[in-house]
């Protein structure tokens, strides 16, 4: 189940793909209390009964099944175990070859059979809304002779990745199916999960038995990776000109670190430049996830550590439009970036905020048309779908 917030407000959304004896795939969709109604009811590899949905064309955007449709849930819907003995296939593939992701567009979303030949270390990553999430990242290579980079984000493969570690401990290379990446163009051409993707071992499939015998006959010592690292460009120095040429040309290789100096001419303050982040340590790190205040007594909650606090720690987020000579851009700011522009925390900020109105605008506003160096990270990201 997935949170979302918006300016209409926020709420709760749930979906799953089913697929039946005919191979006939589609999803279903529910919303805020349908949602909670039927997400402890459905497990992966369940089989259901499932009448009284609505039936309404797709979005293509969200929805990579291969029906044309999609069917929405109501309280009224009715989900129910199948008792009987049934021949269903728990997942059906479309696999594409990893060498013709070069020919594919961008935003693609396809299902890939290879064998992973590297695991990266869990990495945190901090997102817009001052949220975290978790992602690992594989080396995955198959039988057309190329690899990619495959970025598994959140709660996705958080059983089947541990069990490729342990494999490889034992001297292991796995097949492995992975169903719903999205194509990016993280240095060069990688895929990423999106919400509904599913990462599966040693599938009883006939494309894992080729990649197998494959990889068994040394097939993958001559593969051309279709990934590149660009960490070695972490310092290169441009302007804002230069950037956006990159970008409006299409060259822009994925992920890049540039340093940039430029002059603060506007900062997007209206919605303020901090948020209240929850101050509870897990291990040596804060949670920092944003928090809410609830109840009459206006306690604050933290959705991640499930408890309350009577105080919170306020971290800097906003946004600033800086120039140079050659052009402008905006860029998105975090907590120590926020620090030395302001001059102090965000929990003295916030403090002149409360008490002295006149002071916290002052400090805003002397922001304005101060220059920094800036060292940027440039880079699209995809994240449940978005």
Same mark, same amino acid.
């Given at each position: 189940?997935?949170? $979302?917030h918006?300016a209409?407000?926020?709420?709760?959304?749930?979906?799953? !793909?089913v697929?039946?004896e005919?191979?006939?795939?589609?999803?279903l969709t =529910?919303?805020?209390?349908?949602?909670? /109604? &039927?997400e402890?009811?459905?497990?992966?590899?369940g089989?259901?009964?499932?009448s009284?949905?609505?039936?309404?064309p /797709?979005?293509?955007?969200?929805?990579?099944?291969?029906?044309d449709?999609e #069917?929405?849930?109501?309280?009224? %819907?009715v989900?129910?175990? =199948?008792?009987?003995?049934? !021949?269903i296939p728990?997942?059906?593939?479309? &696999?594409s070859?990893?060498?013709?992701?070069q020919?594919?567009?961008?935003?693609s979303?396809m299902?890939?059979c290879g064998?992973?030949?590297? #695991?990266?270390?869990?990495?945190? #990553?901090?997102?817009?809304?001052?949220t975290?999430t978790?992602?690992r990242?594989?080396t995955?290579? !198959?039988?057309?002779g190329?690899?990619v980079e495959?970025t598994?984000?959140?709660?996705?493969g958080?059983?089947?990745?541990?069990?490729l570690?342990?494999?490889?401990?034992?001297?292991?290379?796995p097949?492995?199916?992975?169903?719903g +990446?999205?194509?990016? *163009?993280?240095?060069?051409?990688?895929?990423?999960?999106?919400?509904?993707?599913?990462?599966n071992?040693?599938?009883?499939?006939?494309?894992?038995?080729?990649?197998?015998n494959?990889?068994?006959q040394?097939?993958?010592?001559?593969?051309?990776?279709?990934?590149?690292a660009?960490?070695g460009?972490?310092?290169?120095?441009c302007? &804002?000109?230069?950037?956006?040429?990159?970008?409006?040309?299409g060259?822009?290789?994925?992920t890049?670190f540039?340093?940039?100096?430029?002059?603060i001419? &506007?900062i997007?303050?209206d919605?303020g430049?901090m948020?209240p982040? =929850?101050?509870?340590?897990?291990g040596?790190?804060?949670c *920092?996830?944003?928090?809410?205040?609830?109840?009459?007594?206006?306690?604050?909650y =933290?959705e991640?550590c499930?408890?309350? %606090?009577?105080t919170?720690? $306020?971290r800097?987020?906003f946004?600033i439009?800086?120039?140079d000579?050659?052009?402008?851009?905006? +860029?998105? +700011?975090? *907590?120590?970036?926020?620090e030395s522009i302001?001059?102090?925390?965000a929990?003295?900020?916030? !403090? +002149?905020?409360?008490?002295?109105?006149l002071?916290?605008?002052?400090?805003? %506003?002397?922001? *304005?048309f101060?220059?920094?160096?800036?060292k940027?990270?440039?880079a699209?990201?995809?994240y449940?779908d978005?």
């Amino acid at each position: 189940m997935r949170k $979302w917030h918006n300016a209409r407000g926020e709420g709760k959304v749930f979906s799953f !793909d089913v697929v039946d004896e005919h191979q006939g795939e589609i999803r279903l969709t =529910c919303f805020n209390q349908v949602a909670e /109604k &039927f997400e402890p009811m459905v497990q992966v590899g369940g089989v259901y009964v499932i009448s009284k949905g609505s039936l309404k064309p /797709k979005r293509k955007e969200f929805n990579n099944t291969n029906s044309d449709y999609e #069917i929405s849930l109501e309280l009224s %819907s009715v989900v129910e175990e =199948c008792s009987e003995e049934v !021949d269903i296939p728990r997942v059906i593939y479309q &696999f594409s070859k990893v060498r013709d992701l070069q020919e594919m567009d961008f935003g693609s979303v396809m299902d890939i059979c290879g064998i992973p030949e590297t #695991i990266g270390e869990a990495a945190v #990553i901090m997102r817009r809304d001052g949220t975290e999430t978790q992602k690992r990242t594989m080396t995955v290579v !198959d039988d057309s002779g190329c690899s990619v980079e495959v970025t598994a984000w959140g709660t996705i493969g958080a059983e089947t990745i541990p069990q490729l570690e342990q494999m490889f401990q034992q001297g292991l290379r796995p097949v492995v199916a992975f169903k719903g +990446l999205r194509l990016g *163009n993280f240095g060069g051409r990688s895929l990423s999960t999106i919400s509904s993707s599913q990462i599966n071992i040693d599938p009883e499939v006939p494309e894992a038995a080729a990649v197998r015998n494959w990889y068994a006959q040394g097939g993958a010592q001559n593969k051309t990776s279709l990934t590149t690292a660009y960490g070695g460009r972490a310092d290169k120095k441009c302007t &804002f000109g230069m950037l956006k040429d990159e970008q409006s040309s299409g060259s822009l290789p994925g992920t890049l670190f540039l340093q940039v100096t430029g002059t603060i001419s &506007f900062i997007r303050s209206d919605s303020g430049v901090m948020y209240p982040a =929850c101050p509870r340590m897990n291990g040596e790190r804060a949670c *920092n996830k944003k928090m809410r205040q609830e109840g009459q007594d206006e306690k604050w909650y =933290c959705e991640k550590c499930q408890s309350e %606090s009577p105080t919170v720690d $306020w971290r800097y987020i906003f946004s600033i439009l800086a120039m140079d000579h050659t052009s402008a851009c905006w +860029l998105s +700011l975090f *907590n120590e970036a926020g620090e030395s522009i302001f001059g102090m925390t965000a929990n003295q900020l916030k !403090d +002149l905020q409360d008490n002295n109105t006149l002071e916290y605008e002052r400090v805003v %506003s002397a922001a *304005n048309f101060k220059t920094f160096h800036f060292k940027v990270r440039v880079a699209e990201d995809t994240y449940n779908d978005e």
